[in-house]
């Protein structure tokens, strides 16, 4: 993926919900997909949350910080954590400063470190700036790894079910041993999640370690629990159409779901990547579009695996769109049409 340079006014309007529509769809998109665009929009809350806390916040960007940032709960126990490290910081700094008070000495060893007890402003400064400093972020250190704990033991937990449900599935395969497509569909959904599953608890692992090198160099605070919000994922199996059969398979999707994942089942693998297009029947617009893809085995079929909002579709007519990358470049392939029913 190229790298995208995130301007901090651009990030801190999206955070204030003042945005236009189309970019604050795509601004959703990336916090999930682009993991650099999720570390720049943290930096950027952060930054906004200290202005809200220091009084430096101009007036319109304050009613919409009121009005719309503490709108989520997460984001108000955030501000209050950073209003109560402000407390305590403040604190430390007129203990250090009166610490630091000059006093008269006699001649001899305490004499000659006499520039510590002498009144230099800069010095006395400078040595508290540097404390607050390691009191901040050693407990902003605690608080990423105890959220990184938390988060590690659900997805381990997730992943170990999951893994128990597939083989089980499985072996009810085997023992049957004739074609059951519910229980294929099902099979390949859970193979689905787990592997989404998998790749973020590798991915919370490597941020986790991260954390752990860093706190050695930081003075440990209380960690402080902060709740996570998980997204709902609906599941579905698009197969090759049959040939003679002109039904249009169907996708019951909630109101409340977030995203879709998809299994794009093959007739064959002839390619070494491929990409995915969700295209709008009535309209012929391409509303969503992957980027390099490798198949994955799973089930009777090799498979491309993909995920988009499910804010992208409402009920109407949608095909996904299958083109192979070879060396004479993008070969349209496969064309899988369905149908979006929402309950």
Do not use: C
Not at 51 to 70: H, I, W
Not at 191 to 202: F, P, T
Not at 256 to 272: G, I, K
């Amino acid at each position: 993926m190229t790298k995208v340079n995130y301007q901090n006014k651009t990030l801190i309007a999206y955070l204030l919900g003042t945005l236009p529509a189309a970019e604050t769809e795509h601004f959703d998109e990336l916090s999930f997909t682009d993991d650099e665009f999720a570390e720049a929009l943290r930096a950027a809350e952060k930054d906004l949350i200290d202005a809200f806390v220091q009084g430096e916040l101009p007036s319109d960007e304050l009613e919409k910080f009121n009005s719309f940032f503490l709108v989520s709960s997460l984001r108000r126990e955030k501000v209050e954590f950073a209003k109560a490290f402000q407390i305590y910081a403040g604190k430390n700094i007129k203990e250090i400063s009166a610490a630091s008070k000059p006093h008269r000495t006699r001649g001899g060893l305490f004499a000659a470190l006499k520039i510590f007890a002498a009144p230099h402003p800069f010095l006395q400064w400078g040595f508290a700036a540097a404390i607050l400093a390691l009191i901040f972020f050693g407990g902003r250190q605690w608080l990423e790894n105890d959220r990184l704990r938390e988060q590690s033991n659900d997805l381990e937990a997730k992943r170990e079910a999951l893994s128990a449900r597939e083989q089980e599935l499985q072996i009810q395969l085997d023992n049957e041993r004739t074609t059951n497509s519910e229980t294929e569909k099902e099979l390949a959904a859970v193979h689905v999640e787990r592997e989404l599953l998998e790749q973020k608890l590798k991915e919370e692992k490597t941020q986790k370690e991260e954390m752990i090198a860093a706190q050695k160099q930081t003075v440990e605070q209380p960690p402080v629990p902060i709740a996570t919000v998980k997204p709902r994922i609906a599941f579905f199996v698009l197969t090759p159409a049959l040939r003679g059969n002109s039904q249009i398979q169907s996708l019951l999707v909630s109101r409340q779901t977030d995203f879709l994942a998809l299994r794009v089942e093959l007739e064959a693998d002839s390619y070494p990547a491929y990409r995915v297009a969700l295209v709008d029947q009535t309209t012929n617009r391409t509303l969503w579009q992957s980027g390099k893809l490798k198949t994955k085995k799973g089930g009777a079929n090799n498979a491309l695996n993909v995920r988009f909002p499910a804010k992208l579709v409402k009920p109407q007519i949608y095909s996904v769109e299958v083109s192979g990358i070879g060396a004479g470049g993008l070969e349209n392939i496969s064309s899988y049409p369905f149908k979006v029913v929402q309950k």
